[in-house]
C-alpha cells in the first residue's frame, strides 16, 4: 500500500495573527507532527492552497495565502477555488497513483468545508481514507469549534473513512506520536 498525506490550506491566515483559529499554535505543532512523520516515512505529500476572492485573507498573492510549511522538493503545491480539492484538480488523483499512493492521510482546516470536502472527493475516487483525530480544525460557527469538530469526524465515520488518534497513524511503518 503506497501512503500519501494530503495538508488542506494550511495557510497563514488560519494558524498565525489576528485571524488565526483558536489553538492555532498547538494545532499548528500536531500538523507539523504529521508532516515529519510523513516525511521520514517517504509518503507522498500534497500541499493544498485555497485561493480566496478578492479582499478575503487568503487573496492570493497576500501573506496570509502563504503556506504556514515550506514544501520540499518533490512535494506539490496544489491550488483551489472549491472546498474538494479533486474537484478544482481533476488530475490530482492521476498525480496520486502516480505516486504510487492508494491511501492518503487528510489533515488541515476547516473541518465541515475543505477536511471534509477533500476526503470525501478521494473516497469517491477510490482512496481508502485516513482522517486523523485531531489532525482537522476550525472556528467557532455558531457553535464552539470541538462540536462542529465533532460532528464531522462522526460524519467522516458513516462515510467511510478511518479515523484514528494520531499515535496510531502510520504512513506504511510505525506509527508516531
Same mark, same amino acid.
Given at each position: 500500500?503506497?501512503? @500519501?498525506?494530503?495538508? *488542506? &490550506?494550511?495557510?497563514?491566515?488560519?494558524?498565525?495573527?489576528?485571524? %488565526? +483559529?483558536?489553538? %492555532?499554535?498547538?494545532?499548528?505543532?500536531?500538523?507539523?507532527?504529521?508532516?515529519?512523520?510523513?516525511?521520514?516515512?517517504?509518503? %507522498?505529500? +500534497?500541499? $493544498?492552497?485555497? &485561493?480566496?476572492? !478578492?479582499?478575503?485573507?487568503? /487573496?492570493?498573492?497576500?501573506?496570509?495565502?502563504?503556506? +504556514?510549511?515550506? =514544501?520540499?522538493? @518533490?512535494? =506539490?503545491?496544489? !491550488?483551489?477555488?472549491?472546498?474538494?480539492?479533486?474537484?478544482?484538480?481533476?488530475?490530482?488523483? &492521476? *498525480?496520486?497513483?502516480?505516486?504510487? $499512493?492508494?491511501?492518503?492521510?487528510? %489533515?488541515?482546516?476547516?473541518?465541515?468545508?475543505?477536511?471534509?470536502?477533500?476526503?470525501?472527493?478521494?473516497?469517491? !475516487?477510490?482512496?481508502?481514507?485516513?482522517?486523523?483525530?485531531?489532525?482537522?480544525?476550525?472556528?467557532?460557527? @455558531? /457553535?464552539?469549534?470541538?462540536?462542529?469538530? /465533532? !460532528? +464531522?469526524?462522526?460524519?467522516?465515520?458513516?462515510? @467511510?473513512?478511518? *479515523?484514528?488518534?494520531?499515535? /496510531? $497513524?502510520?504512513?506504511?511503518?510505525?506509527?508516531?506520536?
Amino acid at each position: 500500500m503506497g501512503y @500519501g498525506l494530503i495538508l *488542506v &490550506d494550511v495557510q497563514r491566515n488560519m494558524l498565525e495573527g489576528e485571524s %488565526a +483559529v483558536e489553538g %492555532a499554535a498547538e494545532f499548528r505543532g500536531v500538523l507539523a507532527d504529521l508532516l515529519d512523520a510523513a516525511r521520514d516515512a517517504d509518503a %507522498a505529500i +500534497v500541499h $493544498v492552497k485555497n &485561493d480566496g476572492r !478578492r479582499g478575503d485573507p487568503d /487573496e492570493p498573492g497576500t501573506p496570509g495565502w502563504e503556506l +504556514v510549511f515550506a =514544501p520540499l522538493p @518533490g512535494e =506539490p503545491v496544489i !491550488r483551489k477555488d472549491a472546498a474538494n480539492a479533486f474537484e478544482s484538480n481533476p488530475a490530482l488523483a &492521476d *498525480v496520486l497513483r502516480a505516486m504510487g $499512493v492508494d491511501t492518503l492521510v487528510v %489533515a488541515g482546516l476547516q473541518s465541515e468545508y475543505c477536511v471534509q470536502a477533500t476526503a470525501i472527493g478521494a473516497l469517491e !475516487r477510490g482512496f481508502d481514507v485516513i482522517v486523523p483525530a485531531g489532525a482537522h480544525w476550525t472556528y467557532d460557527h @455558531g /457553535e464552539p469549534a470541538a462540536d462542529i469538530v /465533532e !460532528r +464531522v469526524t462522526l460524519d467522516l465515520i458513516a462515510a @467511510g473513512v478511518e *479515523v484514528p488518534e494520531l499515535d /496510531e $497513524v502510520t504512513f506504511g511503518q510505525s506509527a508516531f506520536g
